[in-house]
């Protein structure tokens, strides 16, 4: 192989202030200086235009070197002139090449470098010394160089691939070189590095893009300004949501924790409003439902995309945080048109604005439910000194205590248990206890008028009602509603709720709290709790069960009826409907009958089964009476009770 030396290779002339390289003028300059082009073409263009340019850059420097050295010295063969490439390389200081695999082109005599090792690549040191380690590979001129240089050689356009760098981190830079049919699709994102770019048209999509990025900073620093305003204006969570619609023109949508919406508000169009009301809920969002803890998990704005028949819904969706805790979620919502950057950034934006107005009322709320939770306390034990004092307290919560009431008790049943699966600290049980009467106030908003209180391990409401003789169906369907809810968001927890008796006095609150707890006792005692319950749904067997013993109970109701139920369940028979029946019509066969559907001769032969089984005749007055407790015991207990 022909050995190559500076001294064969240059021509100095001082006099005419030139150098050359076998008659093609070449300079020497400093490292740095390169490193310092490749920084501002970095710095100015971007990495990925930076590196095209250097590519190409090498490329004209390989291939025009290869031509001028293939004119001005003599070769034996192409291999030879072939490897010339890589000694020129680390002759002239660029880097050190160790050539690996040389290979020919199948059915070709000509030959060029397949793979090899660059040892002290100059681009390295340079990147390093200005940008740091890289993830991807650095040796941009190198790797130009080699292409151009081997492609003159072979006469076919060959590409060079680094493969490992040491700009990565590696001892040192492994490349591979092949023709472009040899690649194939794998080097095709490669390619375009060695296209020449139109700077004209690359200044103009740089400039719409400065223009662009102007534009949407400009009108973000106007939307924060209207934020700030509207911090320092605004009187609640509320009016920041009605603001936002404003400025957004869109639907906005402020949700707590569980992503249950607070505050919503439409924009002026009652076509919108109509068009999607239905939609506000996420989660009634069909991409929501698919994976709701992932989305709730999310530290940034996300998107949600949902295909009706009729129309798409867009959804931009914020977690409004403070640190690491998260306060709640604002959303955005509109039909048809996707949300831009802007609408982006601007929601960032606002949820910090949230987070700010939402501590600011937690702070506002935890003084009020101390003086809330102190207000109750007074009002339940009568520890007032006249009415108007109580009713002035109310008042400036605000609350009017005037209005019909209701007492409401909510035990948590397995309180015990989340004490221990909280380790017992104390302040976690506060929090959770906190997090859950505000949850439950929330709702109470939504279904009425109220206030909610900690109590222990229970919850107390007071309830406002429509009229003082509001019947007590009205505030069951309530509770039933927020169990509900509760049962959703804090699956962990069940709830026994006991419904106090109406309050037109204030001396009448007190009452109705003992109402609402001996309705739970009573509850516990006939095993019914995780349900509703009330004295007034006792009736008169609150007595019986408030003051004896409830297995006395269960006793002798099973002793007057019990056999009725053992010969109903053998044989399918309706005995035990029957005698509720006839008692209910004061023994009367005839409308007993009609009541029933039956024949007399029918209901005849029941109620003499009925006096065979029990061995007493029902319409005795005494009979009847003990009858009728007992099936009432029956309706209350349950049959499984009497069973047992």
């Known amino acids: ?19 050359l390289l076998k008659g093609s003028r070449v300079m020497i300059f400093d490292s740095t200086s390169l490193g310092r ?26 291939f025009e070197a290869a031509k001028n050295i293939k004119e001005q010295l003599e070769w034996n063969n192409e291999m030879e002139w072939s490897h010339a490439g890589p000694t020129m390389h680390t002759s002239l200081g660029f880097v050190k090449v160790v050539p690996l695999t040389t290979e020919s082109i199948a059915q ?3 030959w060029f470098l397949r793979e090899g090792i660059w040892i002290n690549s100059c681009e390295v040191e ?9 993830d991807d590979p650095l040796c941009w001129m190198l790797v130009g160089y080699a292409g151009g240089y081997q492609s003159a050689c072979l006469g076919k356009k060959v590409i060079y691939k680094e493969i490992q760098c040491a700009g990565q981190g590696h001892d040192h830079c492994v490349f591979v070189g092949k023709t472009v049919e040899e690649w194939g699709e794998e080097i095709t994102p490669e390619l375009a590095y060695y296209e020449v770019d139109k700077i004209a048209e690359e200044l103009e999509d740089a400039l719409r893009e400065i223009t662009m990025k102007n534009n949407v900073l400009e009108r973000s620093i106007a939307v924060h300004e209207k934020l700030i305003h509207c911090l320092l204006t605004a009187k609640g969570v509320e009016d920041i949501t009605v603001n936002l619609t404003d400025l957004l023109k869109c639907t906005v949508i402020s949700e707590d924790l569980n ?6 508000s439409f924009p002026e169009d009652p076509m919108i409003k109509e068009q999607l009301t239905p939609y506000v809920p996420i989660w009634r969002s069909p991409s929501f439902q698919k994976s709701p803890a992932a989305y709730r998990r999310q530290k940034r704005p996300f998107h949600i995309v ?4 009729n129309m798409k819904i867009y959804r931009l969706v914020s977690p409004i945080l403070v640190g690491s805790e998260l306060l709640g979620f604002v ?7 996707p949300f831009s950057e802007l609408d982006n950034v601007t929601l960032e934006q606002a949820a910090v604005v949230y987070a700010l107005k939402i501590l600011e009322e937690r702070k506002i709320a935890s003084i009020e439910s101390r003086l809330k939770g102190d207000f109750v306390d007074d009002l339940l034990s009568g520890n007032f000194s006249d009415a108007q004092s109580i009713i002035n307290r109310a008042r400036a919560l605000p609350y009017d205590i005037t209005q019909p009431h209701r007492v409401l008790v909510f035990k948590i049943n397995n309180f015990s248990q989340l004490v221990n699966a909280f380790k017992q600290n104390e302040q976690t049980i506060l929090n959770f206890k906190t997090k859950l009467a505000n949850s439950v106030q929330s709702y109470l908003q939504h279904l009425g008028d109220g206030i909610t209180i900690n109590k222990s391990d229970n919850l107390i409401m007071l309830v406002q009602l429509d009229s003082p003789d509001s019947p007590e169906q009205v505030t069951r369907l ?21 419904i106090g008796s109406s309050c037109t006095q204030l001396s009448d609150f007190r009452h109705s709290l003992l109402a609402a707890q001996k309705a739970i006792e009573i509850g516990k005692t006939l095993k019914k709790e995780g349900e509703i319950i009330s004295l007034e749904q006792l009736g008169v067997h609150a007595l019986l069960f408030g003051s004896m013993n409830p297995e006395d109970l269960y006793n002798f109701a099973a002793g007057q009826i019990g056999a009725l139920l053992k010969y109903d369940e053998n044989h399918q028979a309706q005995l035990i409907p029957t005698l509720y029946e006839f008692l209910n019509h004061h023994c009367n066969v005839e409308r007993t009958a009609r009541s029933m559907n039956i024949s007399i001769s029918g209901l005849k032969y029941r109620l003499q089964r009925i006096e065979e089984i029990i061995g007493q005749h029902p319409k005795d007055p005494q009979i009847s009476f003990n009858l009728q407790l007992a099936l009432n015991i029956l309706q209350i207990a349950g049959k499984e009770i009497l069973r047992s």
Request: aromatic share 10%; hydrophobic share 35%.
């Open 108 to 110: 070709e005599e000509s």
């Open 331 to 337: 959303s955005l919502l509109r039909p048809e048109l």
């Open 126 to 134: 340079q990147h390093i010394l200005h940008f740091g380690y890289s």
């Open 478 to 498: 309530m509770a039933e509603n927020i169990i509900k809810m509760v049962s959703r968001h804090f699956s962990r927890i069940t709830l026994s709720v006991g």
């Open 37 to 62: 082009l490749r920084k501002d073409l970095i710095t100015t263009l971007g990495k990925d235009r930076a590196k095209g340019f250097l590519i190409r850059y090498g490329w004209s420097c390989g």
């Open 306 to 309: 949902d295909d009706y028949e």
């Open 259 to 264: 992503l249950i919406p607070q505050y919503h």
């Open 1 to 19: 192989m022909r050995p190559l030396h500076m001294g064969e290779l240059l021509e100095f002339e001082p006099e005419q202030g030139k150098i």
